[in-house]
């Protein structure tokens, strides 16, 4: 249930970014990896979505993310503040309070390997509906 949770927490991070963005399905961020608009997204091509991501969670660009750069957020206890100090705290795999761009970008992909089902490294549509599916059922 962990890795499961992360999934959702890293999912969401995009939202959280941008307070007035509407909020995300489940799913979204793996949609808008399709760089190449293929109808897969490959390992690599999250890898790119992430960075962009971290692009826009590292508001004073010193290549690390912290709650000191979501002021309002990190005081809050809404859904999004929740979703952020989840995201750090889950992300920061050496666990000194910030995360960096490796950390976020390279980290795990649980998500991704769950919804890989033939293991060949891109999700294809019915993998990312199956995908999708499975996290709106857990709302």
Do not use: W
């Not at 961020?29 to 590292?58: C, I, M, P, W």
């Not at 010193?62 to 979703?83: H, Q, Y």
């Amino acid at each position: 249930m962990k890795i499961l949770t992360l999934s959702i927490i890293c999912l969401a991070a995009m939202g959280v970014s941008n307070a007035n963005a509407a909020p995300r399905t489940p799913g979204a961020a793996l949609d808008k990896a399709d760089a190449n608009h293929d109808g897969y997204v490959t390992r690599d091509e999250l890898k790119v979505s992430r960075g962009a991501q971290f692009e826009r969670l590292d508001r004073n660009h010193d290549g690390v993310v912290t709650l000191s750069e979501f002021p309002r957020l990190a005081k809050s206890n809404r859904p999004k503040a929740r979703t952020l100090k989840t995201l750090i705290t889950h992300a920061d795999r050496d666990g000194d309070g910030q995360v960096t761009r490796a950390e976020f970008v390279d980290g795990q992909a649980p998500l991704f390997d769950r919804a890989d089902r033939d293991h060949d490294e891109r999700l294809s549509r019915d993998e990312l509906t199956a995908v999708r599916e499975q996290l709106k059922s857990l709302k």
